[in-house]
C-alpha cells in the first residue's frame, strides 16, 4: 500500500513539474513575440537606440511621443481592460490620422517606452517635454484630445495620479 501511495505522489509530482514548464515555455514564446512586436515598430517608425541616451531622448517622431504618452495615461488609472486599451488604440488612430494598424503599433512602442522609463508616473515627464521639444506648443492639442477619449473611455472619473499627469503636462507646455 505504501508504494502505490509513494507511486502516485511521483506521477502527481511529474505531472506538476511538467505543466510549470510548458507554461514558462509558453511565457518565453509570448516574450520572444512580444519583443518582435516592438523591434518591428521601432523599424516601422525609423526608431535607431544611440548609445549613451535615453531611447526617448533617441526618438524623433512626435507620433511615438503622443502613443507613449497615451499609454502612460491609461495605465496611471490602474489595470486598463482591453475596452479601454481599444478606445485608446482608436483615438491614436483618429486624432493622428493614421490607421488601426498603426496607431497600434504605436501604442506597442509607447508602451515599450513607458517601461524603458520605469513605469507611467516616472515616464510622463520625460515623455511630455520630449514632444515640447520636437513639435513645441501645437502638439498638445492631439494629444489633450487622445487623453480626453481615454478618460471618457475609462468612465470618466479620473484618477488622482491622472489629475496630477495632466498638471505636469500643462506646467511643461507653459500653460499654467
Not at 88 to 96: E, I, K, N, S, T
Not at 130 to 150: E, F, H, Q, T, V
Request: hydrophobic residues 50%; glycine residues 10%; charged residues 20%.
Amino acid at each position: 500500500m505504501p508504494f502505490i501511495i509513494g507511486l502516485i505522489g511521483i506521477v502527481f509530482a511529474a505531472y506538476f513539474w511538467a505543466q510549470r514548464a510548458r507554461a514558462a515555455g509558453d511565457m518565453a514564446h509570448e516574450l520572444a513575440d512580444m519583443a518582435s512586436d516592438v523591434m518591428g515598430a521601432a523599424r516601422r517608425f525609423g526608431f535607431r537606440r544611440r548609445a549613451n541616451v535615453h531611447p526617448v531622448d533617441s526618438t524623433d517622431d512626435p507620433r511615438v511621443m503622443d502613443g507613449a504618452l497615451a499609454i502612460a495615461f491609461l495605465e496611471l488609472g490602474g489595470l486598463p481592460s482591453v475596452e479601454t486599451q481599444n478606445a485608446a488604440v482608436a483615438a491614436l488612430g483618429r486624432h493622428l490620422g493614421c490607421d488601426v494598424e498603426t496607431a497600434r503599433e504605436l501604442a506597442i512602442l509607447g508602451r515599450w517606452l513607458m517601461n524603458e522609463s520605469n513605469g507611467p508616473a516616472q515616464s510622463i515627464p520625460r515623455l511630455a517635454k520630449r514632444l515640447y521639444r520636437l513639435s513645441g506648443p501645437p502638439a498638445l492639442m492631439p494629444l489633450m484630445a487622445i487623453l480626453k477619449d481615454i478618460g471618457a473611455a475609462a468612465g470618466g472619473d479620473l484618477s488622482i495620479r491622472q489629475k496630477e499627469a495632466l498638471d505636469e503636462i500643462a506646467r511643461i507646455f507653459k500653460l499654467s
